[in-house]
């Protein structure tokens, strides 16, 4: 009964315009704001994605780092042990230190990371190779693969550079320090190509063999910087960190993915949350102009009421039909936006109609992504605010007493 009152009342034409003028200025600012969270949303799930797979090219699904200093040991029996657990795609050694990488007068400090011959196994670097080969060499003649920062900033095509880079790394030693040059080991390398994934890889990061590093730095036989783990499945990740930290029972740290990126993932759900509260913002601000519609309409449609109340509504009629008023005002809103919003998204998805600005993207458009928890929040989202708005005039509505002569 009362939804059909609150229908009429939406669609029939109000003796004052200025109630009509505010509906629908109502209206046009709900439809505005629903389309611009939609589309914010849909755009940083876009650039989430996009981030996450750049990053997901270098990290593995699963880290073992040490729980304290830099290294720690793995011996062969552990490593058994290890390839014993299910879900096992492969498996991947490294050494980690930063280094002074060296060419003629140019110099630049790098992350060095030394792998072995299954690092394709569980990073996607050599699917990501810009110039030349994925190749670290050997113990004896180890080649670099530089990340393609690295590359400008010692200037150097690595694909075709004839001479040796010198690589200066800290040696580990037991013993107390007299000279300060004895702890620095100096090694030379050709380089064999360089890759592209992402600034924050590209600028910082050269890769060469194993050995190679763990003689420089004077490494015992197993100890290692970190163990590199790919799934097969690596929606397992969680799971399967609990039964290779049982395995371990050692001072190891086991990270997933996201573990292993932790800032980067928080930062970019804290700014969509951020973009959010400030587009929910217009919402509250279109929530006024619904309070001043529904309490002229009450005012309008005083003698209706008197009629309703004459013929036995009581005040809980009356109230719902004003909040039905509110919410069928949101919801006309609402709609609107989110139709638009699905069909500026489906553009960008099908033609990349609005682009980046500037050259320094892997894209050149912005990438959505549609979610359907997203419709959701912001449907009721809009709903909430709706209800809220509509409550204080339904409220007084029904707490009034009118008459016909009135």
């Not at 509906?23 to 600012?29: C, I, R």
């Not at 150097?156 to 800290?170: E, G, K, S």
């Not at 309490?295 to 013929?311: F, G, H, N, P, Y």
Request: overall charge positive; aromatic content about 10%.
């Amino acid at each position: 009964m009362y939804l059909k009152f609150a229908w009429r009342y939406f669609k029939a034409k109000k003796s004052t315009h200025a109630i009509n003028i505010i509906s629908w200025v109502t209206a046009g600012v709900i439809a505005f704001s629903t389309m611009c969270q939609v589309l914010v949303l849909s755009v940083f799930n876009g650039f989430e994605d996009l981030v996450k797979s750049l990053y997901s090219n270098f990290y593995a699904d699963v880290k073992v780092v040490p729980a304290m200093g830099k290294t720690f040991i793995l011996t062969q029996s552990q490593l058994n042990e290890i390839h014993q657990l299910p879900g096992i795609k492969g498996l991947s050694l490294e050494v980690e230190e930063k280094a002074l990488l060296q060419n003629g007068d140019q110099q630049t400090v790098v992350l060095l990371k030394g792998v072995d011959s299954n690092y394709n196994k569980v990073s996607g670097v050599p699917q990501k190779m810009f110039d030349g080969v994925f190749n670290t060499g050997t113990i004896d003649h180890p080649k670099l693969v530089l990340g393609a920062g690295i590359e400008d900033a010692i200037g150097v095509q690595a694909d075709r550079n004839l001479f040796p880079l010198t690589i200066f790394l800290p040696k580990k030693s037991d013993h107390a320090i007299t000279n300060p040059l004895s702890i620095l080991s100096e090694g030379n390398a050709t380089t064999s190509g360089s890759f592209a994934i992402q600034q924050d890889f590209d600028n910082k990061y050269v890769i060469t063999n194993i050995g190679f590093v763990k003689q420089q730095m004077n490494y015992k036989v197993n100890e290692y910087s970190a163990l590199e783990i790919s799934l097969t499945d690596p929606g397992q990740s969680e799971s399967f960190t609990k039964k290779l930290q049982n395995t371990l029972r050692g001072k190891y740290k086991v990270l997933t993915k996201y573990e292993q990126n932790t800032s980067l993932y928080n930062s970019m759900r804290l700014e969509k949350w951020f973009i959010y509260a400030v587009l929910t913002l217009i919402l509250i601000i279109a929530a006024f102009n619904m309070v001043g519609a529904l309490t002229m309409l009450v005012l309008e449609k005083r003698k209706d009421i008197s009629v309703l109340q004459a013929l036995g509504a009581d005040k809980s009629l009356v109230k719902k039909i004003f909040l039905s008023e509110g919410i069928l005002l949101a919801v006309t809103g609402a709609g609107t936006g989110i139709i638009l919003a699905l069909i500026i998204t489906l553009l960008q998805l099908k033609f990349h109609l609005i682009k980046l600005v500037g050259n320094s993207f892997l894209i050149d458009y912005f990438p959505v992504k549609l979610v359907i928890t997203d419709f959701v929040l912001v449907v009721c989202t809009s709903l909430i605010i709706a209800f809220l708005a509509s409550w204080f005039p339904a409220k007084k509505a029904s707490e009034q007493m009118f008459n016909l002569k009135s």
